[in-house]
């Protein structure tokens, strides 16, 4: 389909397409992106292959290092009949992998004031009763790129266990991928959003020393201090700072 | 798995763990910190800031005369998306009291602020999806000053020396003094922090920090604050009217000199749309996709830079803008993951920079220009470091010394995105160390604000990373989550204050015709236009096959490195 340039371009390997190795070293696989194949450097990530490709991304691409859920992709391997999936800023390219980007998840964020739920099985009951649907099929498990255990965490949340909900939901990335399996179309990325928000407003521990900071400065307790900072010369500022101690 | 080539280097590293592990033990630094003399050294010579084409002369704008880092330069002198005159401002396309521009940390605060304090409305637009943001993809932490032994005044010096004394006080002050007040903000809206057993908020140590002041939600820090404000956000959706994939390309001006609102570019539609609205807030973070001296970069795709070239042409002035920061820790190997982010935590928690004969070169936690320029002197200067199979080089982070410190599993427990993005390629951190190098991590200065987030423009306010005089020209870790959580709540208040009473005059973009003149007048001649928007990585002969079409005119908006004739100064 495309034809390759003479060994004269950068890598596009890294998902940043900027790396330093010549292609004249790389090896090459074939890969369907959307049904059409290309050929692109098998050592590539599956968001380098694609614009290496040629694709500008629009929806598709993020933080590119794992964090935002953006690049969520589907794909099948030869000869598998298995629907795989993964972020394709952190997946690898397959000889003979054909994908597709899902560029968005619908789902209906349920709109609540904080203030006004409990931290129990109650909130889940109002905002997400889909949760009550799940049957325990596992596959929202099975399609998390994270390696999370999200079926867990839904019974957790039929449970009302919020403190596990957060626990096992704390590294979503937010990118759909077991909502979109989930035959029961539960929604689970945002029931661990707000279990999350529900621990931490209302579940933790509070902090003693920080209501105490957070009051001292209300009352002025540094503003000598700061006064006598923000009139110091460079100099004395910086015998101050070479001179402080270390924790 | 690393190369067999590296094997021997690796039982070097091995070697010298006992006895490092016996210094990390004690209470003393495990090497000793440079002094104000050997700082200055390191940096003039290694710092990549002091290399002779890092900076050259802006000819336009505000800060015309002044030299400033070549690639912004390079954005500066270029032209608009739009021409005034096909532009109709006479009947705006929507209405709001305050524009933000950008749906990342500060944005968010600053929308949530403005209509809790004042009643006010908002229209949030964001180049990509809300949160597609470096605040979201903070790992390590953020300082605020909470602990006993700790005080505001104190993170007040830490980070004014760290910036190299160079930092506006006013606005350091801001930072440290709300820094209290923001966790409690935060925790309020359900922000999950890292505990001790009593409640008490666990602290680390970062680069530059004489007290432990880093909180942290596991090595997911950003993604915890970012979920819950943008979650906060869209329970008021009467209030806060979120535009996704709709970045702002231009300011609107009145005809009083007051900032009225933006022109947004819709990126899958590519129209055009006017937003007038009493107050603009420009939170569209820094620049990092600009690929500074040809670094890698740590950010996130969409960071180049928008709005500084926005409000420079609208007349703003820049500060610091010859200052970039590099991490002293981007990845260095696997090469699909080089550039990427390698937590300051990892120092705080016991990692030592090592050199490929597992010896220790410099203090872990020095401020990271300092860090970053000793890292790279040991690889340019002391043939220190270790060569990958793609042409890079680095240096190894020895990971394994955090669970011999802390006990087994704390690597897995609090760094959960590190192992993760490593296992992948049979690396586990917590018994190999991890080879790095420095990466493209933030822009050090920006829109020159003062502590109220006001620019020299009525109606226009900056927040977060965009901003500059704050940090100086060197940021310490965890100092940037505090900011756009500081400056985006200050943002709130008072561009929310200001829509109040303000009544605006008639709508113009005389500015972009004057800045258009300025640039034909200082004989600037370029093909490049502004906001870039989104950078292009297709390969050379893709890029010459597309750009067959002429006028630069590209798909999906992407200018960056796609010009046929590229006239940047960069490496």
């Known amino acids: 389909m495309k034809s390759m340039p003479a060994g004269t371009t950068k890598s596009p390997s890294s998902s940043q397409g900027d790396g330093k190795q010549s292609l004249a070293e790389q090896k090459l696989i074939t890969i369907y992106i959307m049904g059409k194949a290309y050929e692109v450097p098998a050592e590539a990530t599956i968001m380098g292959a694609i614009e290496y490709a040629g694709h500008q991304i629009i929806r598709g691409a993020g933080c590119r290092e794992g964090y935002c859920g953006a690049c969520a992709t589907i794909y099948r391997l030869p000869g598998d009949y298995k629907i795989l999936t993964g972020l394709a800023c952190m997946t690898l390219v397959e000889e003979g992998m054909s994908l597709a980007q899902v560029p968005y998840v619908p789902a209906e964020k349920a709109i609540y004031d904080i203030e006004k739920l409990k931290p129990n099985v109650s909130a889940i009951e109002q905002m997400y009763p889909t949760v009550f649907r799940c049957v325990a099929c596992n596959t929202c498990t099975k399609s998390c790129p994270q390696g999370l255990q999200v079926m867990d965490y839904v019974q957790a949340a039929k449970r009302g266990d919020i403190a596990m909900v957060m626990d096992l939901s704390f590294d979503c990335v937010v990118c759909g991928l077991c909502m979109l399996r989930c035959p029961a179309e539960i929604t689970q990325p945002l029931v661990g959003i707000l279990a999350k928000r529900l621990y931490g407003r209302y579940l933790r521990k509070d902090s003693p020393e920080l209501a105490v900071r957070v009051k001292a400065v209300e009352d002025g307790a540094y503003d000598d201090e700061y006064a006598k900072l923000m009139s110091m010369s460079r100099d004395a500022l910086s015998k101050l700072y070479y001179a402080r101690d270390s924790e | 798995m690393y190369p067999e080539y590296m094997a021997e280097s690796l039982r070097k590293v091995a070697q010298t763990r006992p006895k490092r592990l016996e210094l990390a033990r004690k209470p003393d630094p495990v090497y000793p910190p440079m002094n104000a003399e050997e700082r200055r050294a390191v940096l003039e010579g290694f710092h990549p800031d002091f290399e002779s084409s890092a900076r050259r002369v802006v000819r336009v704008g505000p800060n015309r005369g002044e030299s400033l880092t070549t690639e912004v330069s390079d954005l500066l002198e270029s032209h608009s998306w739009l021409r005034s005159e096909q532009v109709d401002l006479k009947s705006p396309d929507f209405e709001t009291d305050l524009l933000i521009i950008g749906g990342g940390g500060a944005g968010c605060n600053a929308a949530l602020v403005a209509m809790k304090e004042h009643g006010m409305r908002s229209i949030i637009a964001t180049k990509l999806r809300m949160g597609d943001a470096n605040s979201m993809m903070s790992q390590g932490g953020m300082q605020a000053a909470v602990s006993r032994t700790d005080s505001p005044t104190r993170h007040y010096l830490d980070a004014i020396g760290g910036g190299h004394f160079e930092n506006k006080p006013e606005l350091v002050r801001a930072l440290t003094e709300d820094g209290p007040g923001v966790v409690k903000w935060l925790e309020d809206l359900g922000v999950v922090w890292d505990k001790e057993q009593d409640g008490s908020m666990k602290t680390m140590h970062g680069g530059g920090t004489s007290r432990k002041r880093m909180l942290s939600c596991r090595d997911y820090t950003g993604a915890m604050i970012m979920r819950t404000l943008m979650d906060e956000v869209r329970n008021h959706p009467d209030m806060i009217d979120i535009k996704e994939f709709m970045p702002a390309v231009e300011l609107i001006m009145d005809d009083k000199g007051r900032c009225a609102g933006a022109i947004l570019y819709d990126m899958e539609s590519e129209e055009f749309f006017t937003v007038k609205a009493k107050s603009t807030l420009i939170a569209t973070g820094g620049y990092g996709r600009l690929h500074i001296r040809g670094f890698d970069t740590t950010n996130h795709y969409g960071a180049t830079g928008d709005g500084l070239v926005m409000a420079y042409r609208a007349g703003a002035k820049l500060m610091y803008m010859d200052s970039v920061q590099y991490h002293p820790t981007g990845v260095s190997f696997p090469e699909q993951i080089a550039g990427f982010l390698v937590t300051e935590a990892i120092r705080g928690a016991g990692g030592q920079p090592l050199n490929k004969e597992g010896e220790l070169f410099v203090y872990p936690r020095e401020p990271r220009d300092i860090e970053a320029a000793a890292i790279i002197r040991e690889c340019a200067q002391n043939g220190g470091g270790i060569p990958t199979p793609s042409g890079r080089v680095g240096v190894w982070l020895d990971s394994p010394l955090i669970d011999m410190l802390h006990g087994g599993g704390y690597t897995d427990k609090h760094f959960p995105a590190m192992y993760r993005q490593f296992i992948r390629y049979g690396i586990d951190i917590a018994k190999l160390p991890m080879l790095i190098y420095p990466s493209l991590h933030y822009q050090n200065g920006g829109i020159e604000i003062n502590e109220r987030c006001e620019t020299d423009i009525p109606g226009l306010y900056v927040a977060g990373e965009a901003t500059g005089g704050l940090h100086g020209r060197n940021r310490l870790m965890g100092n940037s989550v505090l900011d756009y959580n500081v400056f985006g709540r200050r943002a709130g208040r008072y561009a929310g204050e200001y829509a109040k009473t303000v009544k605006l005059g008639k709508l113009s ?63």
Do not use: C, M, W
Not at chain 2, 513 to 524: F, P
Not at chain 2, 538 to 559: C, F, H, I, M
């Open chain 2, 509 to 571: 973009l005389a500015h972009l015709d004057s800045y258009e003149k300025e640039l034909a007048d200082a004989g600037v001649q370029t093909d490049l236009v502004t906001p870039i928007l989104l950078p292009s990585y297709a390969p050379k002969d893709v890029k010459k096959r597309q750009l067959v079409r002429g006028g630069n005119a590209l798909p999906g908006a992407s200018v960056l490195n796609n010009r046929l004739f590229d006239e940047s100064h960069g490496a």
